[in-house]
């Protein structure tokens, strides 16, 4: 069964960039799809993007194009999500979720990390 | 871009039904998944593709789709049920993976 490990939290300053990983254990992730997911405070769930380890391919939502940066490392099975050019309004909990797809391509996000807090404070 | 609405709350008392719903105009097209998240705690997925439950989520959990609102049920409330319920699904030319606006389930 699939698990996986995110970083701990951070405090950056605005203007700052930070880099938070996400290891993957008890499968054959790197054939997965990782997602990873924004959840503001108190606010909802924002998908952001997505890598598949395998190919190291990644594409992005409108909204963080240019900002995320996703890479992965095969050998370790770690995912990274890097946000650059920070804002108070990045003060965040980030989360990784494989993104799941059975056979017929139906598709749905399972499991989550655990989900790591990414603070933009001066 | 496309969305999903949810009512902010919905409330019940233990032993009631409880029903969440998620309104997008491309969900007769597209499957629909729910996700029960507790306070500090990362989402948990309680169905997929409309109305299949993952293995160690209870009976109580059920879902179902018509037309373009997705419905939760939760039959048989419990207070461990209280939580934040999100539905996610994509929009119509799958590019775009969209998380509803999420509901507040309290248990009275």
């Known amino acids: 069964q699939v698990q996986l490990v995110q970083s701990g939290a951070e405090v950056k300053k605005p203007g700052s960039s930070v880099k938070v990983s996400c290891k993957s254990s008890?499968?054959?992730?790197?054939?997965?799809?990782i997602a990873w997911v924004r959840q503001v405070p108190g606010q909802g769930l924002e998908w952001m993007g997505e890598?598949?380890?395998?190919?190291?391919?990644?594409n992005y939502g409108q909204k963080f194009q240019g900002r995320v940066t996703l890479t992965a490392d095969k050998s370790t099975r770690t995912v990274y999500m890097g946000l650059s050019s920070l804002a108070s309004e990045d003060t965040a909990v980030y989360y990784c979720?494989?993104?799941?797809?059975?056979?017929?391509?139906?598709?749905?996000?399972?499991?989550w990390g655990q989900g790591t807090l990414v603070t933009v404070s001066s | 871009s496309y969305e999903l609405t949810q009512p902010p709350s919905v409330s019940a008392s233990p032993g009631q039904t409880a029903r969440i719903t998620c309104s997008g105009d491309?969900?007769?097209?597209?499957?629909g998944h729910w996700y029960q998240q507790k306070p500090g705690q990362a989402p948990v997925l309680v169905i997929y593709?409309?109305?299949e439950r993952p293995s160690g989520i209870p009976e109580r959990f059920s879902g179902s789709s018509s037309g373009t609102i997705l419905t939760l049920t939760i039959s048989g409330v419990q207070a461990e049920d209280e939580a934040d319920y999100y539905c996610?699904?994509?929009?119509?030319?799958?590019?775009?993976?969209?998380f509803g606006g999420g509901t507040k389930l309290t248990v009275l």
């Open positions: 979720a494989r993104h799941y797809y059975d056979n017929s391509g139906y598709n749905w996000f399972d499991p």
């Open positions: 008890g499968d054959t992730v790197n054939t997965y799809i």
């Open positions: 890598i598949i380890p395998m190919f190291g391919t990644a």
């Open positions: 491309a969900l007769p097209n597209q499957y």
């Open positions: 593709k409309d109305s």
């Open positions: 996610q699904s994509a929009d119509s030319d799958s590019t775009n993976w969209v």
